[in-house]
């Protein structure tokens, strides 16, 4: 069965870097486009960063532009998501997603585009 297991995500400061991983398996990872949403509470789940199947192109939301870095390796069933200079409204959990369509041309950024999840990594960053 489909399984995506997010890690990576602690306690750091603001100016500080985390890079979060999303182990994938169960699926023909190298067709589906993968993305990085985050949810803090009482907020909505949003996207933050997206990339093509083929990885040869991303999308980010514009509060994370120029910080987060996603990438993917397909021979290793991995997605990452580097974050610079975080902020503390970085804060929430945050889960990677498997696009829910093979060989998409585009990134997806709803969530109702993914349909599949992983449980989340908690990042905290403090002032």
């Known amino acids: 069965q489909v399984q995506m297991v997010d890690s990576g995500g602690g306690l750091v400061q603001a100016g500080d870097s985390l890079r979060l991983s999303c182990a994938a398996s169960?699926?023909?990872?190298?067709?589906?486009?993968m993305g990085w949403f985050r949810q803090a509470p009482g907020k909505e789940r949003e996207f933050v960063a997206g990339?093509?199947?083929?990885?040869?192109?991303?999308n980010y939301a514009d509060s994370v532009k120029g910080r987060f870095t996603i990438s993917r390796d397909n021979a290793k069933n991995t997605v990452y998501l580097l974050m610079n200079n975080l902020k503390p409204e970085d804060s929430a959990v945050y889960y990677c997603?498997?696009?829910?369509?093979?060989?998409?041309?585009?990134?997806?950024?709803?969530?109702?585009?993914?349909?599949?999840w992983g449980q989340g990594t908690q990042v905290t960053v403090s002032s």
């Open positions: 990339i093509h199947w083929s990885g040869t192109s991303t």
């Open positions: 997603a498997a696009d829910l369509m093979t060989l998409r041309p585009t990134i997806p950024t709803m969530r109702s585009s993914f349909a599949s």
């Open positions: 169960g699926f023909t990872f190298g067709r589906y486009a």
